[in-house]
């Protein structure tokens, strides 16, 4: 009966060795943050649609981090997570803040594509002009 005791608990150590050992040289893969991702391509158009060539195109990063190359992006996060990145939200941002814009037609079409807190984003909104797209727009597509 000792033998066989011997034998078992020596099997049982070799089988936790082996199982122990092999998995020590595997590298488990973490992920880089606990935030979902939020990365945005914003784009600028004059037209009615974005058929048309855009303008100018910024990159925009929320989450981990605030980065990117459009020039407020401080204050383009802060005004997204605000209106917990519907875009449709952000003229009320700018709702009694003084800014007097004119009648003018001349439309300009925004588009946002990428990533918000780990959710696809397709936006796109045409404006009646670019004073109206600043002022309803919030910091967000001021580029």
């Known amino acids: ?7 078992w608990t020596a099997g049982g150590a070799t089988l936790a060795f ?5 998995t020590a040289g595997i590298a ?4 880089a943050s606990l935030y979902a991702p939020s990365a945005l391509v914003l784009t600028t158009a004059h037209g009615e649609s974005s058929a048309t060539s855009p303008e100018r195109a910024v990159t925009l990063t929320c989450a981990p ?6 020039p407020s992006s401080d204050g383009a996060c802060a005004a997204l997570s605000q209106v917990k990145g519907e875009f449709g939200g952000l003229s009320e941002i700018s709702r009694g803040q003084p800014r007097f814009c004119t009648r003018e037609y001349n439309p300009v079409t925004v588009t946002a594509q990428g990533v918000w807190q780990g959710k696809r984003v397709n936006y796109e909104h045409t404006f009646a ?9 919030a910091a967000v597509f001021e580029f």
């Not at 981090?65 to 459009?70: A, V």
């Not at 002009?129 to 727009?137: L, P, V």
Request: hydrophobic letters at 25%; aromatic letters at 0%.
């Open 1 to 7: 009966m000792r033998r066989k005791t011997a034998r």
């Open 18 to 22: 082996a199982l122990l050992g092999s």
């Open 28 to 31: 488990h893969g973490e992920p």
């Open 65 to 70: 981090g605030t980065t990117g190359t459009h």
């Open 129 to 137: 002009n670019e004073c109206i797209k600043n002022a309803e727009g």
